[in-house]
């Protein structure tokens, strides 16, 4: 069974940004990354979109209950562009496979298999 | 003598940052990791990186642009036109990548983080709090219990016994950096160290209390002051009342998510407060004083003669925040009467009530 029902998981990923809000406190002038995210039988998938970002200056940190995306922008002019992803307990922030591809960062986090609906 | 503005696609104004940024984009591109049976790829990207390095360099960029101006000029050919000799035409692919390479994020394959150290900032802690109206409309404090990260008393945030505690593999950052090079992606991915999983301490010098972390679970107890005003479902950010930070971070901040339990005697519309007043007949009709009570004390009202159930009357700055308290009038009339105050009723319709 899913850990979380829909209404749940979105209550944790909010409870998650703010828990974490201190990360972004951390770079006080960086602009936040616009994050989206979608639950599946398999994980969460989480679409950030980096405009104006070459993919060599993105970097994606794995942490244990949120994944970082700090993003170097130049152009127009210089930003940190910065997007926290909560990753709720029932899924695996170490099992990501993450792809860009345009403007958008794909992460998809899996389920912890303990937690896999049969 | 190449175009290095065309072939970057720049105009020849314009800015470092643009320059650099074409450059970014187009040497990814054509990188001769993506490339590898592109021979033409291979030969486009020392192109760019020589366009880059003059370019990207203010005095080159001075030289060549005078250069290119020499050449345009009306009357002159290529043939007239002072050498450029600033170019680093002929350098090996292994040359540019170690020039250029930072542009590209760092050096490939794993490396260290560097711009952070292990100091992670403490979580914000979050607690629902129900306090009664009043304490909400006038303000107060109100004592809650908390569970979370709070400095380890062995080894007072540190994380470790000892002196140089840094972890060798990730020489005390916590933190391994790699480039992710799966299907050509470029962006570089930041992990744990799995070493001293994150703490950056070496595991044989961390502190057995908290195994490095530096923080520890544990309760405690807060008095957390309610500002004047507080509505229902309003966030209370407390800053540095959160967990502790590992590895000497900052603690994080105190997320107070307030809830307001209903009065049976008050209720708020802004800053107003409303209350239902019970006034007996006589007074009602006569006129008088009654007996209110607001948030701010008892105080007496005064109602004018003719006052009927339902009217509002005002006590100036009674309410929230320099607002109003309202007295709705509720005509109370007795359930029982002496003989006399009958007599003297039926008296009163008679005169034609």
Not at chain 1, 39 to 66: F, K, P
Not at chain 2, 249 to 271: K, M, T, Y
Request: aromatic share 6%; charged share 25%; proline share 7%.
């Amino acid at each position: 069974m899913p850990p979380y029902d829909p209404a749940g998981l979105e209550s944790e990923i909010g409870r998650l940004e703010r828990s974490y809000a201190a990360i972004r406190r951390e770079s006080p002038g960086a602009h936040d990354l616009a994050c989206r995210w979608i639950a599946e039988a398999s994980g969460l998938r989480w679409y950030v979109i980096v405009a104006d970002v070459v993919e060599a200056d993105i970097d994606v940190e794995l942490l244990r209950e949120v994944i970082v995306v700090r993003a170097d922008r130049t152009w127009p002019e210089p930003a940190l562009l910065l997007g926290i992803l909560p990753v709720p307990g029932g899924f695996d922030p170490g099992q990501v496979v993450i792809r860009f591809s345009g403007e958008t960062l794909e992460v998809r986090v899996r389920r912890e298999p303990d937690r896999r609906a049969s | 003598m190449k175009d290095y503005y065309a072939i970057l696609g720049v105009e020849r104004t314009a800015t470092p940052a643009e320059i650099k940024k074409a450059y970014r984009v187009l040497a990814l591109k054509y990188h001769p990791d993506r490339n590898l049976e592109d021979k033409s790829a291979e030969a486009r990207f020392k192109d760019l990186a020589g366009a880059y390095g003059v370019l990207s360099d203010a005095g080159k960029r001075r030289e060549y642009d005078e250069a290119l101006a020499h050449r345009d000029a009306p009357g002159r050919g290529a043939a007239g036109a002072p050498p450029f000799t600033g170019d680093d035409e002929g350098m090996s692919i292994e040359d540019i990548l170690r020039r250029f390479g930072g542009v590209f994020g760092g050096e490939f394959g794993e490396r260290i983080q560097r711009g952070r150290g292990a100091a992670r900032a403490g979580r914000d802690a979050e607690v629902d709090l129900t306090v009664d109206f009043r304490t909400a409309a006038v303000g107060g404090k109100v004592s809650v219990s908390l569970s979370g990260a709070a400095p380890c008393a062995k080894c007072g945030g540190r994380g470790a016994v000892g002196d140089d505690p840094a972890c060798a593999p990730c020489r005390g950052t916590g933190r391994v950096t790699a480039q992710s090079r799966e299907d050509g992606q470029f962006f570089t991915v930041t992990r744990p160290c799995s070493h001293c999983n994150g703490t950056g301490i070496d595991p044989a010098l961390a502190c057995p209390a908290c195994r490095g972390m530096g923080t520890v679970a544990r309760k405690r107890a807060l008095k957390i002051s309610v500002p004047e005003g507080s509505e229902d479902g309003a966030f209370l950010r407390l800053a540095g009342l959160g967990e502790a930070g590992a590895g000497g971070g900052a603690p994080g901040d105190l997320l107070v998510h307030l809830r307001v339990s209903p009065d049976p005697v008050f209720h708020r519309e802004g800053r107003d407060v409303h209350a239902e007043v019970a006034v007996p007949m006589a007074i009602a009709a006569l006129g008088g004083k009654a007996p209110v009570q607001t948030l701010h004390g008892r105080v007496n009202l005064v109602i004018p003669p003719g006052t009927s159930s339902g009217v509002r009357l005002k006590l100036r700055d009674r309410g929230i925040l320099g607002g109003d308290h309202i007295a709705r009038i509720m005509v109370s009339v007795p359930a029982e009467m002496t003989p006399r105050q009958r007599e003297l009723m039926a008296e009163w319709m008679k005169a034609g009530a």
